[in-house]
């Protein structure tokens, strides 16, 4: 079973960067993808995009193109998810999820409160 | 991108009875990329059904799911009061991975 580690909730100024990491114990890092999901207040689930950490590679979810980034440091099994230009409508919960060998959404972490106020 | 239609949006429910959710896609989706999970306040999302039909682990056998093509569904028999809660299918045959708006069950 693979555990997901989130770092704490985040105060933001509009037009700032956020930088969210999740922190993987169990299993083999390298050997599976992370996604990014976020979750506005009394919203449903919103895929912003993932990485697969052993090939460096990423994929965005069109709506975030230019404002996120997902990097993975393999030495700290440890991945993170950038936002720059925080506005008001970023205010969410974002969650980290690690992509099981079926592909679904196997393991969760617990969430990060993000809020863009000014 | 693949849009997922939930319905019905709200399901009032008693315990003991039996829930029928509904999934629809805008286009054919691989039955081996369809999940399901559940979700209850304050609490991340947890895997119910991958593959359409396949339980993940530790899933109670009163969850199952069912379909093909564009219409998928999830049926929670004999309903328990932990069930109530908000679910959510997901595509991830093509990126975009995308969710369903959600169907959220309620004790009537």
């Known amino acids: 079973q693979v555990q997901l580690v989130q770092s704490g909730a985040e105060v933001k100024k509009p037009g700032s960067s956020v930088k969210v990491s999740c922190k993987a114990s169990?299993?083999?890092?390298?050997?599976?993808?992370i996604s990014w999901v976020r979750q506005a207040p009394g919203q449903g689930l919103a895929w912003m995009g993932g990485?697969?950490?052993?090939?460096?590679?990423?994929d965005y979810a069109q709506k975030f193109q230019g404002r996120v980034t997902i990097t993975a440091d393999e030495s700290t099994s440890t991945a993170y998810m950038e936002l720059t230009s925080l506005r008001s409508e970023d205010t969410a919960v974002y969650y980290c999820?690690?992509?099981?060998?079926?592909?679904?959404?196997?393991?969760w972490g617990q969430g990060t409160l993000v809020t863009v106020s000014s | 991108e693949i849009v997922l239609t939930q319905s019905p949006g709200t399901l009032s429910l008693s315990p003991g009875e039996t829930a029928t959710l509904s999934c629809r896609a805008s286009?054919?989706?691989?039955?081996?990329?369809l999940a399901w999970y559940q979700q209850t306040p304050g609490q991340a999302p947890r895997l119910l059904i991958y593959?359409?039909?396949s339980r993940a682990t530790g899933i109670p056998d009163r969850f199952s799911g069912s379909g093909s093509g564009t219409d998928f569904i999830l049926t929670i028999s004999r309903l328990e009061p932990e069930d109530f809660a908000v679910f959510y299918c997901?595509?991830?045959?093509?990126?975009?991975?995308?969710f369903g708006q959600g169907t959220k069950v309620e004790i009537k």
């Open positions: 593959g359409t039909s």
């Open positions: 286009q054919n989706i691989s039955s081996s990329s």
């Open positions: 997901q595509q991830y045959v093509s990126s975009p991975r995308t």
């Open positions: 999820a690690r992509v099981g060998s079926t592909g679904s959404y196997s393991d």
């Open positions: 169990g299993g083999t890092f390298s050997s599976y993808a």
């Open positions: 990485i697969i950490p052993i090939f460096g590679t990423t």
